[in-house]
């Protein structure tokens, strides 16, 4: 999160310092591949910033040869961040789509001529207009899972043609039939090039296809830039890579770097495949493993290597065991409460004490599953006056102060004054908002403190940069907004795990770890989606320095049921003396919610499946409506016959008393009975909830 913290290394011969033998093995490689395989918070990306520091400092290569490439444009604004503290200009740090979108600008003329096609900012719109087109379902929610299956095929360069077959194979499970899904990828691929409009993927495609069909413009390209470096490595697409290809060429001076327990985008297309695969490719290459975890105490290093370790076909060479070099700190902790707005209360509280204690709120994250549930931590946060930014503010740039900021401080620019930088940024600024104390709260703060991250930002610059005037400030203003990296606004990070990836917070809040949000609901039932799941909650927990908290809601609204269960990830995680091991077993044996693995009935440990499932011992007596089972079985049986399935397909018999004797009343609570995922719930979920409402 540092905004211009130099990193030591600044000085003279500083480059190799504060890097371990392994670290400096991967930076001091020769020219050409190097693969490094490591864990979160090992320094992969430390060492790829000063890889790339050490070959232009050895004449290897010019800085302006180089480009590296991320995943999201927070995390190459880091690089660039990191590389600027090394004392590296003109190195590009891009995203791949922004790096392809610059160079099919440049080469547009040349590939295609007329004038450039426009950038589709959603593909909502299109895909709306051709599952119209095609007779698919136009609901928001189809819409949006018919753009997901698009991106997947994209991403995986799949064409229409063979999207049914490929679909299958990938067991994507997608919101309507896939020849239905195919006819609607195929109007919108013809709507969109009709409306010469281009998607993210077609940059992509476009620049690889500009690359491998004119040699002029590979051969000018591949003079251009000759040493490329991939972070995050692990969730790289098909598509991708085809341009890293395109890009290379014939040549190998390529450095990778990735954690393959991170990858959290296959859903996406994304596969860790090339990540392992590199040596097969590169037999040559430089291979480098890091176990030392720099980032985290040893007490949030243990978590995230049980948390880990207990996934499932860990791929070979993923198998890294993380071991903590910091101080110890504090046990994370784990906390159960009755419903979501009383477990935001309690996060914002604490975010206040540690506050208080002097950790900035730059520091802070509260980490979530899907942005829906921000709504709750903005309200919770809101009422404590606590400053927070929403997905790290990267639109910062497009806020309305930042604009009229900008504009300012340019025309001040253009006549050069003279002064000290941050005294004249704040006199610039102070017209526009910024008093000297904050007012009190609402939207007047936020805009404050805006305004006075771009001071700071002017204070960082002048302590980085000698002599740095109004026209250096506002071309860097400039750079930042372009790469959508936002200077440090002091507030509390909202953000969703997959947004924090590769990012680092002093205090990290996971919350919201019930079932049916972690593993998301429609992971069940395919394991390798609820692993992908899993994986996410690691790249959460990795993702605190110091202070990690885990938190999780019986309820949703206050005083609604409290029939959530929490993440089946927690179990083995949770001390067994823990106060919240305590009351999850309390409640458990109060209102026979099964929120760890006990008999509601005796408390003791439930030891296998089928219990698990009734949430007692096959010993202990049942609470169970046999007129209602009854029922069921009868429901059951009609329906098999329908089907034409053996009825342990609709059901099995565990199932079917477990629904017996917990009597749900509504859909969460039929979800959270195992061996209840999406597609049962979907296919008969309604007609169990009328069958149970209807038997007295
Ligand atoms: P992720 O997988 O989450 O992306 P990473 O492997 O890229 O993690 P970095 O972000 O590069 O890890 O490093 C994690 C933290 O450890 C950073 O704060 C970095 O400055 C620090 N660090 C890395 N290597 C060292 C080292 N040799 N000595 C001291 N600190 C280090
Ligand atoms: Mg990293």
Known sequence: MAGWRVEPGTQENGLLAELDPEQLAAVQAPRGPVCVLAGAGTGKTRTIVHRIAQLIHNGHVSAGQVLAVTFTARAAGQLRTRLRGLGVHGAQARTFHAAALRQLRYFWPRVVGGPQWDLLDSKLRVVSQAAHRAGAGTESEVLRDLATEIEWAKASMVAPDDYAVAAGKALRQPPAPVELVASVYRWYESFKTKANLLDFDDLLLHTAAAL??????????????????????????????????????????????????????????????????????????????????????????????????????????????????????????????????????????????????????????????????????????????????????????????????????????????????????????????????????????????????????????????????????????????????????????????????????DAVFLVGLVEGTVPIQHADGNDAAVEEERRLLYVGVTRARRHLSLSWALARADGGRRNRRRSRFLYGLIPEDHPSARTARSRQQRDGSAAAPRCRVCGGPLLDAAAVKLGRCASCPADLDEELLARLKEWRAKRARALKVPAYVVFTDATLMAIAEQRPLDTAGLVAIAGIGASKLDKFGTEVLSLLRTSG
């Open 212 to 505: 491998d069909e004119h040699a002029v413009v590979a051969e000018e390209f591949r003079d251009r830039y000759r040493c490329f470096v991939v972070d995050e490595y692990q969730d790289v697409t098909p598509l991708q890579q085809r341009v890293l290809d395109a890009w290379l060429g014939d040549r190998d001076d390529l450095t990778v770097v990735g954690d393959a327990n991170q990858t959290i985008y296959s859903f996406a297309g994304a596969s860790p495949r090339p990540l392992l695969g590199f040596t097969r490719r590169f037999p040559n290459a430089t291979v480098v493993r890091l176990e030392r975890d720099y980032r985290s105490t040893p007490e949030v290093v243990s978590l995230a290597n049980r948390v880990i370790g207990a996934a499932r076909d860990r791929p070979a060479g993923s198998r890294l065991t993380l071991v903590g070099q910091r101080e110890p700190g504090p046990q994370p902790t784990f906390a159960e409460y009755d419903d979501e707005p009383a477990e935001a209360a309690a996060v914002a509280r604490r975010i206040s004490e540690l506050l208080d204690a002097g950790t900035p709120a730059s520091e802070i994250a509260v980490l979530y599953r899907v942005n829906a549930q921000s709504e709750t931590y903005e309200q919770a946060l809101s009422e404590l006056d606590i400053p927070y930014l929403l997905r790290g503010g990267e639109r910062f740039f497009a806020r309305a102060e930042v604009r009229q900021a900008t504009i300012a401080l340019r025309t001040a620019a253009s006549a050069g004054p003279t002064g000290e930088l941050p005294k004249l940024v704040r006199e610039l600024l102070e017209p526009l908002g910024l008093t000297a104390d904050p007012p009190a709260g609402g939207a007047a703060r936020e805009r404050w403190a805006s305004l006075l991250a771009l001071v700071e930002l002017a204070e960082e610059l002048s302590a980085a940069v000698e002599g740095a005037d109004l026209a250096q400030y506002v071309a860097e203003l400039d750079m930042r907004a372009r790469a959508q990296h936002p200077p440090t606004v002091e507030g509390v990070t909202l953000a969703s795990l997959h947004a924090a990836k590769g990012l680092e917070w």
